[in-house]
DNA sequence: TATGAATGAGAATTCATTCAT
DNA sequence: TATGAATGAATTCTCATTCAT
């Protein structure tokens, strides 16, 4: 675990070709903000609350680790802050899709593509979300803003399973909310999972031709459920 | 981290030749490793490997902390240990169900739900795979006796999509490894998820109504995918 | 052991332009630093590598235990940085001799007489040389800067002889190298092993009046040894 | 640091070719002593009584380490016999040397010589002396034994020297005491830093060739001392 | 805002030694 | 005599957090 340590003292030194001094005055405050989120986001999503280091996510982040706690007065209020962000972003992606403008099936084609793709595209996310749940959710709980955010995917997925079937390209009797926990289910287990499967089946599941195989298959198995 | 260590303490487990001669209660060398085995699967799925505590471990399995040390070498060494207990038992339990004998539908409806109720039988095992999976599989890599176990399951699954589709209950071109991801994933996510999932729905998914509902619509999902 | 780790805290050292700021007393990492050093020097020379207790350098060194490893890392590195330091001090000593500018006998008596000295007066720097021999020197190894110090000196020896030879003040024939070792080993063994050789002789041979009969014992031997 | 570790645990486990099964009944008793006794000479001259690991001697020495205490009480009290035996030893062999048969000056530099080989012969008696003047000769003082066994060899020197003198072949005024010491010095300070002296000097000081050429030049430094 | 220095409460690990058999 | 299991007191090292500037 030793391998290449720096000294804390030693890998603050400034070289001299870093200061990108901001415009006198400017708003580097903001930036360091981020910059802090940012790196909490990749240290967090990597190894979890309990193992993250703050003085790692200083130094990734470039700041001063006295900055961490002036912008976010704790390592727990950081991770929460991190947490918070990384999921209003994919709600506000989530809601963003429009569905409803769709045919029925498009639009549940449509939001399993968005799912299988998101996930793809966000892994530092999925690792959060893991994360969370070994905590049992104990802090996005404290996140207040999100309780809201989703009932509504539920309602509007129920909406669509209602036209689909009143048109008679969905089958009656679908539970919208388990639908939804399939649809995120095939594609986030594939991507959370990856690591242990891969190394179970001693196969490279992370590859371009298999993520690609993989994305078919969850389209094709979500539309088969909802065929009449 | 540490190279490679091995483990070879197993080899000090008593043989099932050698009688487990010690007097109730004291000095049962095979007893306190179970237990120490036992109360770090806790500790380890509960707070993950960095945020696990081996005087908490020690305390839960009622032996001296010193004994983690003379049985497993390091916390490190103790995880994956528990890790790949877990893991043996699950394959192993797999391996058990005999699927061969029945009829392809049933062999699979059979393996969905093994898989669901596994899962619901075991959250601890979920937990540490959780952790595992945001380390990257890291220590999985290292229990390597788990490296051949699987790929006769997808094997298996071969084999009876093939006997489906003779026997004309089964349609054709199903990739049998991602079948079985699927499979995994639909009930892994609901109980991995589960506490996320609960928190953004305000709604507890950890019901016993809910789970039921959950363990049908799994069945439905795959014997919909697997129609003809 | 620790591979290569790297001390760069060394980097981090005020040079000699940066003014010393720290208002009186508190908070001079400079003099930290030192404070941490002298209080290692002295226990690694009583007790060695192994016997030495970072608790009691930092209590000695007035320095909150932390600060050790925030200087240098872990106690192996303070070790180094120990040694390092105390040879480099003889090493610079020993060169600023200026031996060349004397007639040839006069340079080697007096650096027989430096040697004695110094061992006289830097008794912990034997002790430290003794742990380290007992290591092998696997840590004086590792201060790759003390490598090139030294050929220097038998080289001047070489010249020193040569001159002597010349004018007929020494004889032929004499090896520089072994010279040098024959100088310093009859002061070091016998500020070395005072303490088995007074126990042993059951008379203490750390006496002032024992110690000037060594001194002239010393020069005697050389002297003698150098006669044409 | 960490590098391949084997537990306790197992190492302990007998290979199926070891047990040299002594005659039934047999004194097997003082071979565990005896190994015990060499195992730890080994474990303290390279690592000080600080250093040293009860638990390598056992292994070492394939003994159980409660045997350790039971022959030897203590850490301590083992090491102490282990100093013990190897002086002991040493003042034997000085003492067999029938040095007052010979003439004057062969019969120093027998003694010259007896130094130098026994020094290059015994490696483990350097270190463990060098050890024990770090600790300021502390655990050789209770070796209740040795006290007597040296004024001896210094009176028998001083008598060399007389008979030298009258017999026109050594000069006068030489002090016994500190003769001894330099004829020690001269041999042990070139075995016992070594290390230290061929990392400084970036050269072997240990190869056959330079040890010859070291033993010839401790006799000629000695021999041009006593030359009248 | 920003920074380097400092801290105290833990946490993992090690070690000599003793127990029970 | 001999052994494997067990122990408690250190010991090294880590970490989130705060101080002084």
Known sequence: MAAARVTEVATKRKSALSPPLPGPGARDAEKT??????????????????????????????ANKRMIYYYFRSKEELYVAVLERAYTQMRTNESELALSHLKPLDAIRTLVEFKFDYSAAHPKLIK????????????????????????????????????????????????????????SGLS?????????????????????????????????????????
């Open 188 to 228: 986030y287990f594939y991507f959370s999972n990856t690591p242990t499967l891969s190394a179970a089946f001693g196969h490279n599941l992370a590859s371009a031709a298999e993520r690609a195989t993989r994305r078919q298959h969850v389209v094709d198995v979500i539309t088969a459920f909802l065929r009449p």
């Open 33 to 62: 903000r981020l910059n802090i989120l940012a790196a909490a986001e990749a240290e967090f999503a990597q190894k979890g609350l309990a193992g993250a280091r703050v003085d790692t996510i200083a130094e990734t982040a470039g």
């Open 128 to 183: 959060l979300l893991n994360g969370e749940n070994m905590l049992n959710a104990e802090y996005l709980k404290q996140a207040k803003r999100l309780r809201d955010m989703h009932t509504s995917l539920v309602k509007t997925l129920g909406g669509i399973l209602d036209a689909g079937v009143k048109d008679g390209t969905i089958r009656a009797g679908i539970n919208p909310l388990h639908l939804y926990i399939s649809i």
